[in-house]
């Protein structure tokens, strides 16, 4: 599975962003994915996760409430909408895969996409 990540950028505190993780290979609608992020100066901690069906999501409880998780396997696409964001949502995003839901969950994922910036003024 190969992903690439989209849709970070500038926004204001309490603005939204929606990211993109766009995939391709032929597993990914098997597949369990997740969003990660990565602050400066901090390790890359789990944002959420969503079963290869969309059935099961579950979050960080730093988002719960305020991010949901979402994917549309015709398009091989996983959404993560970002609403009433934060100063210290301000990291860099990835989306990661697994075909078992738990690596993605302890942050031990197989497949990595590369990141994008979201970066949130006070």
């Known amino acids: 599975v190969q992903l690439q990540a989209s849709g970070g950028g500038l926004v204001q505190a309490g603005g939204s962003l929606r990211l993109s993780c766009a995939a391709s290979?032929?597993?990914?609608?098997?597949?369990?994915v997740g969003w990660f992020r990565q602050a400066p100066g901090k390790e890359r901690e789990f944002v959420a996760v969503?079963?290869?069906?969309?059935?099961?999501?579950y979050y960080a409880d730093s988002v719960k409430g305020r991010f949901t998780i979402s994917r549309d396997n015709a398009m091989s696409t996983v959404y993560l909408q970002m609403n009433s964001l934060k100063a210290e949502d301000t990291a860099i995003y990835y989306c990661?895969?697994?075909?078992?839901?738990?690596?993605?969950?302890?942050?031990?994922?197989?497949?990595w996409g590369q990141g994008t910036q979201v970066t949130v003024s006070s």
């Open positions: 969503i079963g290869w069906s969309g059935a099961f999501t």
């Open positions: 290979g032929r597993t990914f609608s098997s597949a369990a």
């Open positions: 990661a895969a697994d075909a078992v839901y738990n690596r993605v969950v302890r942050t031990t994922p197989s497949y």
